[in-house]
């Protein structure tokens, strides 16, 4: 295949050249500059150029060369014709005008023998239906061939360009022979009628392979693409040796495409429950081909409401813009453009259409049953459609739609996260309800503003911090539809709370830190020093209270530092010191802890006052039991638990029992424990005393 500039330059060049040959072919057909109109088997005169022979408008035709009832005569299409021998006649009378009209055309005007003289067209003179007409067949072609040009190898492209193809073949035939005057050679006829025939044929056909191709394939497109052309191809062939009654039977051929195309877009509607993109795309051509001929149907349905005869011209080009939406809406889809903007007004466009539709239907339920007139059955059926329809149709859209909103209650769950890690769950729990998609991912990059991604499947957002890494989230409401520009705004402003909320987390943590780094110091610079003075001042007998008041002033510096501690690094320490209390007091040590987490991490208020119940059960162990073995054994058992057992073996038995509650040390070491979300259990042995403390390690306590 060409170049796509090349491809779609000839394809214009010819689009154009054979919109120029419809025109030069109607320059060249005679004209008289009058306009009929059928009236009782007769021309009527409704209005005339000012080089048209003179005949007064009002006035009653019939033409010797053509005796043929009028309607036969300024039939707008040629296969309008019931009956082969209707049509026959009609051409016949027709080509006859055609090669009499040099000498003028003998008729009886109002019953009066006269000639009308005929000269040839002006440009000036084209109706301005004819260029919508050549317009609309225009951009039938030219749209699938800007489709086909940049997807040459894609099945859905070619399709859709054999179907602007017909309809351009077949707009373009009939304007030949719909907007002449009157005069038309048989010889003309005789190739633009097949050719007419070929392209709704086309049409239809192609019409009926997109959809077993588009969106996805269906099990059986290829099978049914060949039915559709092969099918085609035989109507069309029959028409050719008239096997059927009249050639009107090729307008129920293309509505019978029409319809069987419902088949497929059934099958396609459902194969794409669970495929967003597809079912925005399939949405696109049932919003622009559906929508599009049901405007044109309501247009020629409105002058029968009316109780006209035929549709106005107006009407009629009315209807030809309408059908502007089709190729251009066809080419949205199919080349997957903003198809995440459709669920936007999709319901909003099928209501507004289907409340038109029962209005006129109403109405003209109201003229059949009641009788009433025009005037009379249009107010009556827009109140009873306000009245009852539309409050109808709300309350259903609400019990059944009503559900599906997203919970409002995101911002208070927001609010209550005390620090940015709860904030960033919260965070996403509340995109989680609000857009529900199947998945949310961490990007390796930030975002740095909220944008969709193929076609609307994915929806990425910035962190709550400007440097952090993205959020991206698929697949909206479990895969149902596709992200919006309305889920844009509404992520951004949820991101907008979010961020204002970590950035007042982060401010608040700040000054917080910066108060616990000034109380430190002060406990550092003057408490300390105060308390290693004393150290040196003292008596020995109270240098052991002096260095636990020490002990306890670094533990405090140890929880305002507020820094996370390797499990193993704290049980290093807390193994220094116990053995160094070994030494002082004269008990022997045995320590136990190789079953450990490597990976554990202790906040500061952990390591704090797990060290100091680790203390204090030593000190009980020694004031109390006088303990000649201190056992003491950690470990981690993957429970996401840390277990710590601290067994004596004692000359006598604890002078304060735990199960009284009694000892201010066992008050201590259980409330410890119970801050720190865990517990803690005495047990009496033979020979001592065993304390138990299991606190978790999935949640530590912030320092």
Not at 2 to 26: K, Q
Not at 192 to 220: D, E, K, V
Not at 370 to 379: D, E, I, N, R
């Amino acid at each position: 295949m060409p170049a796509p500039r090349t491809f779609l330059g000839w394809g214009v060049g010819m689009t154009f050249a054979l919109l120029a040959a419809v025109v030069l072919a109607l320059l060249r057909l005679p004209v008289t500059g009058l306009q009929l109109a059928p009236a009782d088997e007769k021309l009527l005169v409704v209005a005339r150029h000012q080089h048209a022979p003179a005949v007064p408008v009002g006035s009653r035709l019939q033409l010797d060369d053509a005796p043929l009832a009028a309607e036969d005569l300024l039939a707008h299409q040629h296969d309008s014709f019931a009956d082969w021998r209707r049509a026959d006649a009609a051409r016949a009378a027709l080509d006859r005008l055609h090669h009499s009209a040099a000498a003028g055309w003998p008729a009886q005007v109002d019953g009066l023998p006269s000639r009308l003289h005929t000269r040839a067209r002006q440009l000036e003179e084209l109706p301005v239906g004819l260029w919508l007409h050549l317009g609309v067949g225009a951009m039938f072609m030219l749209v699938p061939l800007t489709v086909l040009s940049l997807r040459p190898r894609d099945a859905v492209a070619r399709h859709f360009a054999l179907l602007g193809l017909g309809i351009l073949v077949s707009i373009t035939s009939d304007a030949v022979f719909r907007y002449r005057e009157l005069a038309f050679p048989a010889a003309w006829l005789a190739w633009l009628g097949p050719l007419n025939h070929a392209g709704n044929l086309l049409a239809g056909a192609a019409l009926l392979a997109l959809m077993a191709c588009y969106p996805t394939p269906l099990h059986r497109a290829p099978m049914l693409v060949r039915l559709s052309y092969t099918s085609a191809a035989l109507l069309w062939l029959g028409l050719q040796v008239r096997v059927f009654d009249g050639p009107d039977r090729g307008v129920p051929m293309v509505l019978g495409y029409l319809l069987a195309s419902i088949v497929p877009g059934v099958l396609q509607w459902r194969r794409t429950a669970r495929r967003p993109v597809e079912r925005a795309a399939l949405r696109w051509f049932v919003l622009t081909f559906g929508l599009s001929l049901a405007m044109v149907a309501l247009l020629l349905l409105v002058p029968v409401l009316l109780g006209l005869s035929a549709p106005p011209p107006l009407l009629v080009n009315l209807g030809l813009i309408a059908l502007l939406v089709v190729p251009l809406g066809m080419a949205l889809g199919i080349t997957r453009y903003r198809l995440f903007e459709l669920d936007r007004w999709w319901n909003s466009v099928w209501t507004w259409f289907f409340g038109g539709v029962a209005v006129m239907l109403l109405d003209a339920a109201l003229i059949a049953v009641l009788g009433l007139s025009q005037w009379q059955a249009m107010p009556l059926a827009l109140a009873l459609l306000g009245w009852l329809y539309f409050p109808l149709r709300q309350w259903v859209w609400q019990r059944w739609f009503g559900g599906s909103t997203p919970s409002s209650e995101w911002p208070r769950a927001l609010y209550a996260a005390t620090d940015g890690a709860t904030l960033t769950q919260q965070w996403i729990d509340a995109l989680r309800d609000r857009f529900r998609p199947l998945d949310i991912a961490l990007l390796p990059a930030p975002v740095p503003h909220a944008r969709l991604g193929e076609h609307g499947v994915q929806l990425d957002l910035p962190g709550l911090e400007p440097d952090a890494p993205g959020l991206r989230l698929r697949h909206a409401h479990s895969g149902a539809r596709l992200f919006s520009g309305a889920d844009i705004q509404a992520a951004t402003a949820m991101l907008s709370i979010a961020r204002a909320l970590h950035a007042a987390l982060h401010e608040r943590d700040r000054a917080v830190a910066s108060e616990r780094s000034r109380i430190r110091r002060d406990l550092h610079d003057d408490l300390g020093a105060k308390l290693l003075t004393l150290l040196y001042q003292v008596d020995a007998p109270q240098q052991s209270l002096v260095r636990s008041a020490i002990r306890d002033t670094q533990d405090i510096l140890t929880t305002l530092d507020a820094h996370a501690l390797p499990l193993t690094e704290a049980v290093a320490l807390w193994r220094d010191e116990a053995g160094l209390r070994a030494d002082t007091h004269g008990f022997m040590l045995h320590w136990q802890a190789d079953a450990l987490d490597s990976t554990a991490l202790l906040s500061a208020r952990q390591h704090t006052d797990l060290a100091r119940i680790l203390r204090e059960a030593i000190t009980n162990a020694v004031r109390h039991a006088q303990a000649r073995v201190i056992a003491v054994t950690l470990r981690t058992p993957g429970d996401g638990w840390l277990h710590l057992s601290v067994r004596d073996q004692a000359h006598q038995p604890s002078a304060t029992q735990p199960s009284d509650g009694s000892g201010a040390g066992t008050r201590q070491i259980a409330r410890r424990a119970s801050d720190l979300g865990g517990r803690a259990c005495w047990h009496t042995m033979p020979d001592g005393t065993q304390l138990d403390v299991c606190v978790p390690l999935t949640t530590p306590v912030q320092g």
